[in-house]
């Protein structure tokens, strides 16, 4: 099977124009940037210090910077840092890597409702992704059973007015809770399968799944601190 795109995160999990970047912006005297990117991979709590720090963030959060000079993904590692504050273990910041690699994928429409990003059919209702799992077979099936998580998380974090219009007005049956228990229970699903193991995501899939409302909660505080204004 190969790798889907969810899953595909290195070590260190970011470019060398990123890391370049984060050093560029972080205050160490007597270190060159381009050999600042091999002392990440020697030393991997240095990546943590540069994320975690006021430096980078105020960097990340200036306007004319924001997206010309880094990543997708390393913007979202940072910012949803500043909305998940406090000590953090290794399987969160493991956690933290792949939400902002899996918001990093979002950001083009058509990955978002696509389980895999060179299909053509597009999925738009949690329903209609649980009835194409329970056709698939073992490898497919667990390719489905992510995104439902993904998509569950994304949506409850990203777009809860979007959920609670519709829900209040428009009389939709499903509710924030709905999303949340979806993406729980279906991340809970993924982690069990063997292809969570062979591509190192089981770990983080049981956080997702036991944790769901803590990490939905950090999206919505990064949407409206950092991303909305």
Same mark, same amino acid.
């Given at each position: /099977?190969?790798?889907?795109?969810? =899953? ?11 890391? @370049? ?25 240095? &990546? ?33 840092? @500043? ?5 953090? +273990? ?8 792949? &939400? ?9 429409? !058509? ?29 497919? $099936? ?9 998509? =569950? ?18 009389? @939709?049956?499903?509710?924030? !809770?709905?999303?949340?228990?979806? $993406? ?8 069990? +399968?063997? /292809?969570?193991?062979? &591509? $190192? ?16 909660? $950090?999206?919505?505080?990064? +949407? ?6």
């Amino acid at each position: /099977m190969h790798a889907p795109d969810f =899953a595909q995160l290195g070590t260190p999990p970011f470019d060398e124009k990123d890391l @370049r970047f984060l050093f560029e912006h972080f205050p160490v005297p007597g270190i060159d940037p381009a050999q600042a990117v091999q002392l990440v991979n020697e030393r991997p709590n240095t &990546l943590e210090s540069l994320l975690e720090s006021d430096y980078v963030f105020d960097a990340i959060r200036d306007q004319q910077t924001m997206w010309l000079e880094v990543s997708p993904q390393l913007f979202f590692d940072v910012l949803l840092r @500043r909305a998940l504050p406090g000590r953090r +273990h290794a399987q969160e910041r493991q956690t933290i890597h792949y &939400l902002a690699h899996l918001l990093g994928l979002f950001t083009r429409t !058509e990955r978002l409702y696509s389980v895999q990003p060179d299909e053509e059919r597009r999925f738009q209702y949690l329903v209609d992704l649980v009835a194409e799992a329970a056709q698939a077979g073992p490898e497919r $099936g667990f390719v489905v059973h992510s995104h439902i998580g993904n998509y =569950a998380l994304y949506l409850a974090g990203l777009c809860r007015d979007w959920i609670d219009a519709r829900h209040r007005y428009k009389r @939709r049956p499903v509710d924030l !809770e709905y999303y949340c228990r979806m $993406g729980s229970s279906y991340y809970f699903t993924a982690s069990r +399968h063997r /292809m969570a193991e062979v &591509l $190192g995501v089981r770990e983080v899939f049981r956080d997702l799944a036991q944790r769901f409302h803590y990490y939905r909660d $950090g999206l919505e505080r990064m +949407h409206a601190d950092f991303v909305r204004h």
